[in-house]
């Protein structure tokens, strides 16, 4: 493969979380007097901490969410996560190609490590990222789309940005991986290609991604 470092998004690239979290914080935001549908959660908040959530909910309304907000959505999202999540289709025979043809990887995601580690862990993937290749928007200041979750995990895996390729499914994250200079291929499977007009290239399939990278 032509690059040294494969950096992975998670949620949505690597499990299949995207439908779940984001029909729960619709709701959530919904039930404390902030109307979300699922469609809108996706378009603002699909790839991004959750500081966007608090930053555009004061914004546009003056208000603060509640102070417990975050605990309340994640315990009811890793109680979803224990029921219904999977990986994505494909993934896992993309990850054993990564390790036999010796090239590194890991994840750089806009989620707590608690949330990659319980849905690692749901999923089985944690056989496949132990701590040194997993990375969260809480190890910098600043989310996605600012370039600097990418460039500290590729700064920790020892890897040149322009040695990087990142595997990500939302704008926020094409941006932040453009912005880190960095190759992106955009996932489509529920983001528009259009969208993600910033990759380099784009698929459906991630049976397709080995090839992309070659």
């Not at 600097?148 to 704008?171: T, W």
Request: proline share 5%; net charge negative.
């Amino acid at each position: 493969m032509r690059y040294d470092l494969v950096i992975f998004d998670n949620d949505g690239v690597l499990v299949d979380s995207e439908p779940i979290s984001n029909r729960l914080l619709a709701g959530y935001l919904t039930e404390v007097g902030h109307p979300t549908s699922y469609e809108d959660s996706l378009r603002d908040y699909m790839g991004a901490a959750m500081h966007r959530v608090h930053d555009l909910i004061r914004e546009r309304t003056g208000r603060g969410l509640p102070v417990d907000f975050d605990d309340v959505f994640h315990g009811r999202v890793f109680a979803a996560f224990e029921r219904d999540l999977e990986p994505v289709p494909g993934v896992v025979g993309v990850l054993e190609q990564l390790v036999a043809e010796g090239v590194a990887y890991c994840v750089a995601s806009s989620g707590s490590h608690e949330r990659i580690r319980v849905g690692h862990r749901t999923t089985g993937l944690d056989r496949w990222f132990d701590d040194g290749r997993i990375f969260s928007s809480e190890d910098v200041g600043r989310g996605k789309p600012a370039p600097d979750l990418f460039l500290y995990a590729a700064e920790r895996m020892g890897v040149a940005p322009e040695r990087c390729v990142v595997v990500e499914d939302s704008p926020l994250g094409v941006a932040a991986a453009v912005a880190a200079g960095m190759d992106v291929v955009g996932f489509t499977a529920m983001t528009p290609a259009e969208k993600l007009a910033g990759a380099g290239k784009v698929f459906a399939d991630m049976r397709e991604l080995p090839g992309l990278l070659a």
